[in-house]
């Protein structure tokens, strides 16, 4: 058995004393959408002003945050999916 003395053994101890990391869940499922070129521009707008590193990071955490959002209500009764954008339509 190694004996660590010194700055090392108080490294060895606190690594041993840390709680495991909690890492993300793996991401297995990939998710395809279309989007017009307003919408994809408003994503990206969104993502450098926030400097979120990738795109893929900024629809999370957009999803992130809509999912966690009450403001919002729910779609209306026999929506098409053509009824849904990123943007609002500006008539």
């Known amino acids: 058995m190694l004996h660590y003395e010194g700055p090392v053994a108080e490294s060895v101890r606190n690594k041993e004393m840390r709680m495991p990391e909690q890492r993300p869940s793996r ?9 017009s070129d307003e919408e994809l521009r408003a994503i ?3 993502r450098f002003e926030n400097r ?26 026999k929506a098409s999916t053509r009824d849904y954008s990123v943007i609002d339509s500006q008539s």
Not at 53 to 69: F, V
């Open 52 to 77: 979120v590193p990738t795109r893929a990071a900024a629809i999370r955490e957009l999803l992130r945050r809509g999912l966690s959002s009450r403001e919002v209500g729910g779609p209306e009764p």
């Open 44 to 46: 990206d707008d969104w």
């Open 27 to 35: 991401r297995t499922e990939k998710l395809q959408l279309m989007l």
